[in-house]
């Protein structure tokens, strides 16, 4: 008889969504994003209406910016995972020394499953709203903001990839 409430106890419970990381700063609503402009590695204009249909993990950086360049294998590592028809990590480069730069910084450190997209203007981190790097937005199938963190983040760990994962499977 314990056994058969113990089972009810568990079944009528709903299954808990994976938690939010520390420093994720979940909105009650979604925001919207405003229109930035950036250039593939092949200089092709891209904008985020390019993704739409995704949850994307928009994630600004800077090659000269040291926490950026420590994550950036483990956003690469969550693409491998994740990347496909519902998710994609878009690493968004501000750098000023333009796509070469970012191409060398890549191969320096094995990088393979990112897709090289550079904003040299910077405009995009403005229009964005960021003050400091490197800076991460969760953007729903819809292309609204609806989460941001900013600082490094073990973009990896199975905390992250489960939490990641639930947004797009419950979107």
Known sequence: MRMFAFVLLIFAHPVL?????????MHETPKPVPEIHFENGEGQPRTL???????VLLNVWAACC?????EMPALDQLQTELGGPDFEVVALSIDRA???AVRKFFA???IQHLALNIDASGKAMF???IIGLPATILIDREGREVGRLIGPAEWDSPAMVAFLRDRFDND
Do not use: M, Q, S, Y
């Open 66 to 70: 040291i926490p950026c360049r420590k």
């Open 17 to 25: 969504a994976a938690e939010t990381p520390p420093n994720f700063a």
């Open 98 to 100: 333009g796509p070469d």
């Open 127 to 129: 229009a964005l709203g």
């Open 108 to 110: 320096e450190i094995g």
């Open 49 to 55: 209406a390019d993704h739409l249909g995704k949850v």
